[in-house]
């Protein structure tokens, strides 16, 4: 098992809340790493994968909270969602922290029959798949870095590079970093989150339209969301296609990267960003390995893996907040982090040589947020760190698993 940044602030929250709910997406490493847990721990360990836990669950939902040991793991809890309020029960007559640990591949504050059973009484913890900063054995120190740059502090030596298309392609879901033929192990994937989990969560109709749609946002990785012309495009009514969003949004396929909303004076896009969570997953929808990773598209995947790597620290992390930047005039950042101590604007480029007037839009985002930005930089292939004027730097992309 791979050591997950995640593991030290799930078991903090475990010694605080009396219940843990530990989200994300199916074959994220949950299982594993709940399970590991459980074992440091002394928690029984329990399944709704199991089909006989599972319909012991279903049909007597307030005896089998009852009769669960303390304190308990409940893997794929979603599958039972008549457990929420005989578990709050329980937790409000047990009073105790830690007392269950839950799992699921999907986001239960997202589904209405139990988004409010647990508020006050259970926090969320969310495992994406693997940054990668676990797989190459960093330390989750890319917004660290980041500040102290902005003070004046010297960065160290960037982390090796590596084949970046194939790490890219490669994404971070365990099994298909971890040795197995990724272009069967994504269409498997697919075919079992279309089979059991979306019919699971929801009624739907035109099933077989989602793999199309998933294709379409994973050509479109970092587009503004125009959910009307995406309707067109796909040829699935409005209505149905904003149910489909949030259903892949529950299942932690799709994010959105909200806009910032600075009070400027100027008029700032509202839309938010949309990325597939996993670059491997969107190549696979592109035809990677048959069909190359070039041009634009490159681009915007490399983009999203940049994206997908921020958004796995900061749910280790939060202490700082991801967002876009863009004006109606034009002028844009990828990315712009709010930390306590000011914001960072960080854009992506795929090309390892880099010159001045790459660095126009930043300068003027510079002269545009004034003493509230600490820094902003552009993320490429480079190797090193290298400053193009006050607080504007190259930044080597390979810090983001430092």
Same mark, same amino acid.
């Given at each position: 098992?791979?050591?997950?940044?995640?593991?030290?602030?799930?078991?903090?929250?475990?010694?605080?809340?009396?219940?843990?709910?530990?989200?994300?997406?199916?074959?994220?490493?949950?299982?594993? !790493?709940?399970?590991?847990?459980?074992?440091?721990?002394?928690?029984?360990?329990?399944?709704?994968?199991?089909?006989?836990?599972?319909?012991?669950?279903?049909?007597?939902?307030?005896?089998?909270?009852?009769?669960?040991?303390?304190?308990?793991?409940?893997?794929?809890?979603?599958?039972?969602?008549?457990?929420? !309020?005989?578990?709050?029960?329980?937790?409000?007559?047990?009073?105790?922290?830690?007392?269950?640990?839950?799992?699921?591949?999907?986001?239960?504050?997202?589904?209405?029959?139990?988004?409010?059973?647990?508020?006050?009484?259970?926090?969320?913890?969310?495992?994406?798949?693997?940054?990668?900063?676990?797989?190459?054995?960093?330390?989750?120190?890319?917004?660290?870095?980041?500040?102290?740059?902005?003070?004046?502090?010297?960065?160290?030596?960037?982390?090796?590079?590596?084949?970046?298309?194939?790490?890219?392609?490669?994404?971070?879901?365990?099994?298909?970093?971890?040795?197995?033929?990724?272009?069967?192990?994504?269409?498997?994937?697919?075919?079992?989150?279309?089979?059991?989990?979306?019919?699971?969560?929801?009624?739907?109709?035109?099933?077989?339209?989602?793999?199309?749609?998933?294709?379409?946002?994973?050509?479109?990785?970092?587009?503004?969301?125009?959910?009307?012309?995406?309707?067109?495009?796909?040829?699935?009514?409005?209505?149905?296609?904003?149910?489909?969003?949030?259903?892949?949004?529950?299942?932690?396929?799709?994010?959105?990267?909200?806009?910032?909303?600075?009070?400027?004076?100027?008029?700032?896009?509202?839309?938010?960003?949309?990325?597939?969570?996993?670059?491997?997953?969107?190549?696979?929808?592109?035809?990677?390995?048959?069909?190359?990773?070039?041009?634009?598209?490159?681009?915007?995947?490399?983009?999203?893996?940049?994206?997908?790597?921020?958004?796995?620290?900061?749910?280790?992390?939060?202490?700082?907040?991801?967002?876009?930047?863009?004006?109606?005039?034009?002028?844009?950042?990828?990315?712009?982090?709010?930390?306590?101590?000011?914001?960072?604007?960080?854009?992506?480029?795929?090309?390892?040589?880099?010159?001045?007037?790459?660095?126009?839009?930043?300068?003027?985002?510079?002269?545009?947020?004034?003493?509230?930005? !600490?820094?902003?930089?552009?993320?490429?292939?480079?190797?090193?760190?290298?400053?193009?004027?006050?607080?504007?730097?190259?930044?080597?992309?390979?810090?983001?698993?430092?």
């Amino acid at each position: 098992m791979l050591p997950r940044l995640l593991e030290a602030r799930l078991k903090r929250l475990l010694s605080l809340f009396p219940v843990v709910f530990l989200a994300g997406p199916r074959q994220a490493g949950k299982t594993t !790493l709940s399970r590991k847990v459980a074992q440091e721990g002394g928690m029984a360990y329990h399944t709704l994968d199991d089909p006989t836990e599972l319909a012991a669950a279903r049909t007597d939902p307030q005896g089998y909270v009852a009769n669960l040991p303390l304190p308990s793991v409940l893997d794929e809890v979603q599958r039972a969602p008549e457990l929420f !309020l005989p578990l709050k029960a329980r937790v409000d007559r047990e009073g105790r922290p830690g007392a269950f640990l839950l799992t699921g591949s999907a986001n239960v504050l997202l589904l209405p029959q139990v988004a409010d059973a647990l508020v006050g009484r259970m926090a969320v913890a969310r495992l994406l798949p693997l940054a990668q900063a676990e797989i190459e054995g960093g330390k989750g120190r890319f917004p660290d870095l980041l500040l102290a740059l902005a003070q004046g502090q010297p960065l160290p030596p960037a982390p090796p590079l590596g084949d970046l298309r194939a790490r890219v392609g490669r994404g971070g879901f365990p099994p298909a970093v971890l040795g197995q033929d990724p272009k069967e192990w994504f269409r498997a994937y697919l075919d079992t989150l279309l089979s059991r989990d979306v019919r699971e969560l929801a009624q739907i109709e035109r099933l077989q339209q989602l793999p199309h749609l998933l294709a379409v946002l994973a050509s479109r990785q970092g587009g503004l969301l125009n959910a009307a012309e995406l309707s067109r495009e796909v040829g699935i009514p409005y209505p149905t296609l904003r149910r489909y969003l949030r259903l892949l949004e529950a299942l932690y396929l799709v994010v959105e990267l909200p806009p910032w909303s600075g009070n400027l004076g100027k008029r700032l896009l509202k839309a938010p960003k949309v990325y597939l969570n996993d670059t491997g997953l969107a190549a696979h929808l592109l035809g990677h390995p048959g069909v190359p990773l070039e041009g634009g598209q490159w681009g915007h995947l490399l983009e999203a893996f940049a994206a997908g790597e921020i958004l796995r620290l900061q749910a280790v992390r939060e202490d700082f907040q991801p967002y876009h930047y863009r004006e109606a005039g034009g002028l844009e950042a990828d990315f712009l982090l709010e930390f306590p101590q000011g914001l960072v604007a960080l854009e992506v480029k795929a090309k390892a040589t880099l010159g001045a007037r790459d660095f126009v839009p930043l300068t003027r985002l510079r002269d545009r947020l004034g003493k509230r930005l !600490l820094l902003a930089g552009i993320l490429h292939p480079g190797e090193r760190p290298l400053p193009f004027g006050e607080g504007v730097w190259a930044l080597p992309l390979s810090y983001l698993w430092a």
